[in-house]
């Protein structure tokens, strides 16, 4: 196999699909696989926002609600890299957590990724090649209280793309997580006052205190930093990395 002599324009010809795509991680995502050549469809319930990336970058916006799942069930998409991102956060004591919120927690981060992967698969398994990424996080492999839904799904994903690497493998198709730690986003902006709140300390404090304190290195995740090893990921270079677990979290999982 020839490999690319640089990332510049290495996934030339593929198109991508990024959810949750409107911001964040997400928008971040879309821009590297953008400037490495991919035609990249934004996904993201706020259609407005995800149709401004999408501009940016010259790629397609698609509004769509992954709590619908029911929806999801028949979709067929013919996209060759799938980045399953979309996300939200909870924080609250187990015997206070809702059970709809817990639910709902599990629908958008592993019921979602996995009808999106089934909907890509036929055609990535059609062309012998594909690259599904899941977003998933430091809580895939570690626990942290007051996030039972949270650290649930995310070991969930962990098993769904483990078992879409032994079944994609054959057909060229890869798998993997990529593991942050906290990463500079409005959804850790918005836990840092539940998280103030369930700890009973000034949200000033939080960071330092909670969002930090398993970090060998003191400082946030950027946006990019994980889409840089996304837009690794999604390139011929890692063809022979499959079912893996990438941490950037400072050396929180080396404790």
């Given at each position: 196999?020839?490999?690319?002599?640089?990332?510049?324009?290495?996934?030339?010809?593929?198109?991508?699909?990024?959810?949750?795509?409107?911001?964040?991680?997400?928008?971040?995502?879309?821009?590297?696989?953008?400037?490495?050549?991919?035609?990249?469809?934004?996904?993201?319930?706020?259609?407005?926002?995800?149709?401004?990336?999408?501009?940016?970058?010259?790629?397609?916006?698609?509004?769509v609600d992954l709590l619908a799942v029911g929806e999801l069930e028949e979709l067929?998409?013919?996209?060759?890299?799938?980045?399953?991102?979309?996300?939200?956060?909870?924080?609250?004591?187990?015997?206070?957590?809702?059970?709809?919120?817990?639910?709902?927690?599990?629908?958008?981060?592993?019921?979602?990724?996995?009808?999106?992967?089934?909907?890509?698969?036929?055609?990535?398994?059609?062309?012998?090649?594909?690259?599904?990424?899941?977003?998933?996080?430091?809580?895939?492999?570690?626990?942290?209280?007051?996030k039972s839904a949270y650290v649930t799904a995310k070991h969930a994903l962990e098993?769904?793309?483990?078992?879409?690497?032994?079944?994609?493998?054959p057909y060229g198709v890869t798998s993997n997580c990529v593991n942050p730690a906290?990463?500079?986003?409005?959804?850790?902006?918005?836990?840092?006052?539940?998280?103030?709140?369930?700890?009973?300390?000034?949200?000033?404090?939080?960071?330092?205190?909670?969002?930090?304190?398993?970090?060998?290195?003191?400082?946030?995740?950027?946006?990019?930093?994980?889409?840089?090893?996304?837009?690794?990921?999604?390139?011929?270079?890692?063809?022979?990395?499959?079912?893996?677990?990438?941490?950037?979290?400072?050396?929180?999982?080396?404790?």
């Open positions: 196999m020839t490999f690319p002599a640089s990332a510049s324009g290495d996934l030339a010809g593929r198109t991508a699909l990024v959810t949750g795509g409107a911001s964040g991680i997400g928008a971040a995502c879309a821009r590297e696989l953008a400037a490495r050549g991919a035609r990249v469809t934004v996904a993201d319930i706020d259609g407005a926002a995800a149709k401004q990336v999408a501009t940016e970058i010259d790629g397609r916006a698609w509004e067929r998409l013919e996209t060759d890299i799938l980045i399953n991102n979309a996300g939200v956060q909870n924080v609250s004591p187990l015997v206070d957590f809702s059970p709809a919120q817990f639910r709902k927690l599990l629908a958008l981060m592993v019921e979602a990724p996995f009808l999106l992967i089934r909907a890509a698969l036929p055609h990535m398994y059609e062309q012998g090649h594909g690259r599904i990424i899941n977003i998933s996080s430091v809580h895939g492999l570690r626990a942290s209280a007051f098993g769904l793309s483990k078992v879409t690497a032994l079944e994609g493998g906290y990463v500079r986003t409005p959804l850790v902006d918005k836990q840092i006052a539940d998280q103030a709140r369930t700890h009973g300390i000034p949200e000033t404090e939080v960071v330092e205190q909670i969002m930090l304190t398993e970090s060998a290195i003191k400082r946030l995740v950027e946006p990019e930093e994980v889409a840089s090893l996304v837009g690794w990921l999604a390139s011929d270079m890692a063809g022979m990395v499959t079912g893996a677990s990438y941490t950037m979290d400072g050396g929180w999982t080396a404790r």
